[in-house]
């Protein structure tokens, strides 16, 4: 059902994106967290020194009491690993997205997942004429069914937040991958049923009647 083809992996790119961008910033966050839950840690391993300094421990008593207090040269080279893959895990989610919006088949890619019924609300997606159109929203097609004259066109739209696609359930035609955002038409000639889903979610449905007026 799914391939690497210029929509699918398209749509592939667009649901990992915004996960390697949670993942990057939730590792940043702890990171940045465990640095400056370190410096009661540094106080005490400061004043070990001194003690050691003076002559009020040994050696082994001061690498004893040091390995207690977890040295910096062990756990911190950690904490700067959770900090870089955080990092690299933003800029690749950025790369993502960048090659997801360019890789689209329609649509504005990025821009229209930012769009009404989006994630983020940053610019306007399409609006929908009534009476003629499907809104795509909550992983559903609006209205379920929709019942058109012989000759007139139907427009899908993507309001939601993931990639969709409008496919017939016998595979005679399919939009490819609609990014969010992304619109879709089609016009239907003959009276009939025609029965649709998205690829990416099987069980989101929809049915074209076609009807002489």
Do not use: K
């Not at 910096?72 to 950025?94: E, F, K, N, Q, S």
């Not at 499907?134 to 004259?149: D, H, I, K, N």
């Not at 427009?155 to 619109?183: I, K």
């Amino acid at each position: 059902m799914m391939t690497f083809g210029n929509g699918s992996f398209g749509g592939w790119l667009m649901i990992l994106a915004p996960i390697a961008l949670v993942v990057g910033v939730v590792l940043i966050a702890f990171w940045a967290v465990r640095l400056l839950g370190g410096g009661a840690e540094d106080d005490a391993l400061r004043q070990l020194r001194v003690r050691f300094a003076r002559g009020e421990i040994d050696a082994p008593q001061f690498e004893e009491m040091r390995r207690a207090l977890e040295a910096p040269d062990g756990p911190r080279t950690g904490r700067g690993a959770l900090g870089v893959v955080g990092v690299v895990l933003v800029i690749g989610a950025i790369l993502l997205g960048v090659v997801a919006g360019c890789g689209g088949t329609t649509g504005p890619g990025w821009g229209g997942m930012m769009g009404s019924g989006g994630m983020m609300g940053w610019g306007a997606a399409p609006t929908a004429p009534a009476g003629t159109s499907v809104r795509m929203a909550g992983s559903r097609f609006e209205p379920a069914t929709l019942t058109a004259a012989p000759g007139a066109t139907v427009r899908w739209f993507n309001d939601d937040a993931l990639p969709h696609t409008v496919t017939a359930s016998d595979g005679s035609w399919d939009s490819g991958n609609l990014s969010p955002g992304s619109p879709y038409e089609r016009r239907f000639d003959s009276p009939g049923t025609y029965a649709y889903l998205c690829l990416y979610h099987p069980g989101m449905t929809g049915t074209i009647e076609v009807r002489a007026p």
